[in-house]
């Protein structure tokens, strides 16, 4: 259960967005990109990564068909030109323009979205939602703020830029393996890495949610113990409004997920 309530709520959600168009965009972007885009239908949108050759994240996407051949790559604020950069560099003979666009962003967490807009479903927050692109949003939708968004993004375990994903970080440990790989799909940078440990081994540490009572959010990196061994360190905090902090962490597989952790002298309870 989530700490936030709402009926209809509505919050800002900065971009950088890279505009794919052309006869062969959609081919492009299939072999460039982690997850299946040919597929789409008009109006669709996937997750995706662009990953180095080495499995490491360059930038999570979001990657929407407006047509038959003009694709709109969604990303975070201070990824976009080197998401442009790294498709031009595999661009090749492709016949596509690659450009950046601006455009306005918000959440609108609801149960369906108003009628004609470019409104891209998003598990990020837990609860039915969706990125909606330079539209009007309802006016009675309550305004939610940027902390208690990054509530629910903590809750449903999602994974942010800067946060839980960097070039320290392996996809399947973040668990983006699940929601923006295909596994089925032709290859692209990064395939074999992830291929490899998905069928043949598993990664060494995972994300995990906690609940720990402090008078201070916990700082970025902060470690989390098991008696006097290291074995996690945490990524994202936030305060509930019964005043609980929940935390993303990544832990050591070994960890029974019952343990409690030590972090800076405060208990972290995992939650299940």
């Not at 008009?42 to 994240?57: F, I, N, S, W």
């Not at 839980?164 to 074999?192: H, T």
Request: charged fraction near 30%; aromatic fraction near 4%.
């Amino acid at each position: 259960m989530t700490s936030v309530t709402f009926r209809a709520a509505v919050a800002p959600r900065p971009r950088a967005f890279v505009a794919v168009s052309g006869p062969d965009a959609a081919s492009l972007l299939e072999r460039v990109v982690s997850n299946e885009v040919e597929p789409l239908a008009e109006g669709e949108a996937c997750d995706a990564l662009l990953l180095t050759p080495k499995g490491r994240v360059i930038a999570p996407l979001r990657i929407a068909r407006r047509a038959a051949d003009d694709f709109l790559v969604l990303t975070e604020p201070e990824l976009g030109e080197r998401v442009r950069r790294e498709l031009l560099r595999y661009r090749l003979a492709a016949k596509a323009q690659i450009e950046l666009e601006d455009h306005d962003t918000h959440v609108l967490l609801a149960d369906e979205a108003p009628a004609g807009l470019l409104a891209l479903p998003t598990a990020d927050y837990g609860v039915p939602a969706f990125e909606v692109v330079d539209a009007d949003l309802p006016e009675r939708a309550e305004r939610l703020s940027d902390d208690a968004l990054e509530l629910l993004r903590i809750e449903a375990r999602t994974p942010r830029w800067g946060r839980e994903i960097d070039d320290r970080v392996l996809p399947a440990e973040a668990g983006l393996v699940e929601r923006a790989v295909s596994l089925g799909k032709g290859c692209f940078p990064g395939q074999e890495l992830i291929a490899r440990l998905h069928y043949r081994g598993h990664p060494n540490r995972g994300l995990r949610l906690l609940e720990l009572v402090s008078d201070e959010l916990p700082q970025y990196d902060a470690e989390a113990r098991l008696g006097d061994k290291p074995v996690g360190r945490l990524t994202s905090a936030a305060r509930t409004p019964d005043g609980y902090i929940r935390a993303l962490a990544y832990v050591r597989t070994e960890v029974p997920a019952e343990a409690s952790l030590d972090v800076g002298g405060s208990v972290a309870r995992q939650l299940n």
